[in-house]
């Protein structure tokens, strides 16, 4: 895109003192891009720009790239004999995310694009697309491999670029599914140090690099794949931290605050902050956790918010006895342990006066209105779904509330997709106690699951003449409305919160609800140059 990511804000050894001066000259007027994965081997590169002053029409292929470990595979998709019998099954092959940054590299900004393989393969390519229109092979910055790194297995959740204390620009990801090192399943965080791969792929993969994989627990026979990390920032733009579940239901914290990587490390050594568990049963973790901050407490601390569950192999379509849950847990600076850890968090229930389509939630508010989470006696509060429904998405936080589809696969075992419901829950409970996002649009029950992450847009929606008091808004196909937010100016203007996502049939489905009233006060000052 040609989105102003700030980044003028951040200290000179990260480029800021250079950052305005790239985006008004290359980024700011520059085509707008979407780019996507697809099973025929390549990542596609389409012009997302829509101007009557522009002769290349909107949806038009830009460039491809096939990355390196797909190349092999590329004969069978032509075989009369595809999919037809075992030595020509369908093979996944560029099937993972991708995910667009600025970052400052050799001395000079770029916009950098790192998607992995997915299902299709164990690894990440690296591309410099500041300049779409003029992609290049010298554009193809590096690719990792599990021949360069055994830490890599199939990553599935979303790398992410960041700058870290040591003023570089990295690649943070969870290692993903199926990774052995010295026949050892474990999960790791992965920190893959963007100038250094660079200069060690201009050099045939000679010399050194400070690219880290930090380690989490070691397990025998069990896979211990580690999900997409959320990251903390420090009031400067460097990550210090990070959070991240993995298929046992570990929930770990890592400490990245020091200047040098040699002492970055899981915060609690081998013990994980937190494990989700049922009566004893781990709860797998597949989905990358949502930050927040608790001012409930003195001082105020980070709150990480994460559902469990998965959908990823073949056998997680069929139907499931295990019960999942959806988590809020206090970060405390201590590990929290696994005996006690569902007797120190406060339980929300789902109501038995719940129906077939419209969900209540016991034990958010008292009678009287107020919080009934007593944070200073818990270490957060949890939430279980009937068995068979899980939570394979990010959840969003706006305004104090977490908002996040769950998924019922099918009775059926042979049928994809299936049914779910989105939920909407109080976060801390310090706020807007009255409030919800989405209104009557929230708990409520989706014939059809959506398994990606949900988008939220806001902005504004105009009282018709003759609507009276009542407004509404429209987000495209399959949307519903229950803004009745007021708050605005004289004249109807009022904020209106879109949560848009995919079901798995691939129609749109796009909530409509309202922002709290006070947020139409002034929030803050800032100085105009």
Known sequence: GTNNMRYDRLPAALGGNEYLAYYNEKKKNRREMIYVGANDGMMHAFNARISLADATPAGREMFAYVPTQVIPHLSNLSSKLYGKDNSHLH???????????????????RNILVGSLGAGGKGIY????????????????????????????HITGLPVIAPTKDNRWKIFLGNGYNSTKNGVARGYLGVIDIEDELNRASNNGVGSTRTKFI????????????????????????ITYAYAGDTRGNLWKFDLKAEAAGSWQASHGTTPL??????????????????????????????????????????????????????????????????????????????????ANRRSINNELTAAKTNAVNWSAVDGWYLDFPANERVITKPLLLFDRLIFPTVIPSEDAC?????????ELIAVGNTNLDY??????????????????????????QKSPDSGSSGSASSGSGSSSSASNECGAAGGGSGVVAIVGIKSDGTQVSNTGGRPCELFNRQSWQELE
């Open 91 to 109: 093979r996944y092959l560029v099937d993972g995310p991708i995910y667009t940054s600025d970052a400052y590299i050799g001395g000079r900004w």
């Open 126 to 153: 690296v591309l410099d697309v500041t300049d779409p229109d003029n992609f290049r092979a010298s554009n193809v910055l590096f690719e990792l491999t599990e021949a360069q790194y055994p830490e890599l297995g």
């Open 215 to 238: 380690a989490t627990d070691s397990v025998t026979g069990t896979e211990s794949a580690l999900s997409q990390p959320a990251l903390l920032p420090d009031p400067k733009g460097y």
């Open 274 to 355: 937190f494990v989700a568990n049922k009566d004893g049963v781990r709860q797998p973790i597949t989905a990358s956790p949502t930050l927040g901050f608790n001012a409930e407490v003195s001082p105020a601390r980070v709150m990480v918010y994460f559902g469990t569950g998965r959908y990823v192999a073949s056998d997680d379509n069929q139907p499931s006895t295990d019960v999942q849950s959806f988590y809020a847990v206090l970060d405390k600076l201590a590990a929290i342990p696994y005996s006690a850890s569902r007797a120190t968090l406060h339980q929300k229930t789902i109501a038995s006066s719940s129906t």
């Open 415 to 423: 049928e994809s997709g299936g049914s779910g419901w989105m939920m």
């Open 436 to 461: 919800k996002v989405l209104g009557a649009n929230g708990n409520i029950k989706m014939d059809v699951a959506i398994f990606g992450q949900l988008t939220s847009l806001e902005g504004t929606y």
